[in-house]
C-alpha cells in the first residue's frame, strides 16, 4: 500500500468513530449518519492535497460539518414538498374541472413529462409508481442505493409537477 492509503487507512480508523457520532447528532438517523460518514471520507480521498494537509482533522471536521448542513438542508426542502403531497392526496372539494383538460390529453402531458426525465430517473419513477416497489427493492433491482431511488423519485416528482402546474396558468 502507498503512502496516500496508509494516510487513509490511519485517518480512517482514528476519526471514523468520530465523524459517525458528530453526524449521529446532527442528523438523527443511523442510516443517514454511516452514509454522511462515508462520503465524508470518500471527499478526503479524491481531495488531491490531503496527505498535505497541515490539520487533515480540521479539513476532514469542516468538510463534515458542510455535508450535514448539505444534508439538513435537503431534508428540509423534501419536507416541504412532501407536506405538498400529502395535501394534495386528499380528496379535493373543488368542483371538476373537465373543461380545462380531458383525460387523453393529461396522459398526454405526463408521457411527455416522463420522456423529457433522465432514463435512470424514468426508470426509477416507473418502477416506484406503476409497479408499486419499495425503495429498497428498486435499489436492489438496479444496483443503486436506496438514497439514490428517493433522490430520483423526488427530481421525477417535482418535474412532473412543473409540468402539470402548466396547465392551470
Not at 3 to 29: E, N
Not at 68 to 81: G, H
Not at 87 to 107: G, Y
Amino acid at each position: 500500500m502507498d503512502k496516500k492509503g496508509q494516510f487513509f487507512k490511519r485517518l480512517f480508523k482514528a476519526r471514523y468513530h468520530s465523524v459517525y457520532s458528530f453526524f449521529l447528532k446532527r442528523l438523527g438517523s443511523s442510516e443517514d449518519a454511516a452514509d454522511a460518514s462515508q462520503e465524508t471520507f470518500m471527499r478526503m480521498v479524491r481531495h488531491n492535497g490531503a496527505i498535505s494537509l497541515k490539520s487533515p482533522d480540521s479539513y476532514l471536521f469542516r468538510t463534515a460539518r458542510n455535508l450535514a448542513t448539505d444534508m439538513l438542508r435537503t431534508r428540509a426542502v423534501r419536507s416541504k414538498y412532501t407536506e405538498a403531497a400529502d395535501i394534495e392526496a386528499q380528496p379535493s372539494t373543488a368542483p371538476l374541472q373537465d373543461a380545462a383538460l380531458d383525460l387523453c390529453q393529461r396522459q398526454k402531458l405526463v408521457q411527455k413529462a416522463l420522456s423529457e426525465l433522465s432514463p435512470r430517473c424514468r426508470e426509477v419513477f416507473t418502477f416506484h409508481r406503476f409497479e408499486d416497489l419499495t425503495y429498497k427493492e428498486i435499489a436492489k433491482r438496479l444496483s443503486i442505493s436506496p438514497k439514490t431511488v428517493e433522490n430520483h423519485v423526488a427530481k421525477a416528482i417535482l418535474h412532473l409537477r412543473k409540468r402539470l402546474s402548466q396547465l392551470n396558468v
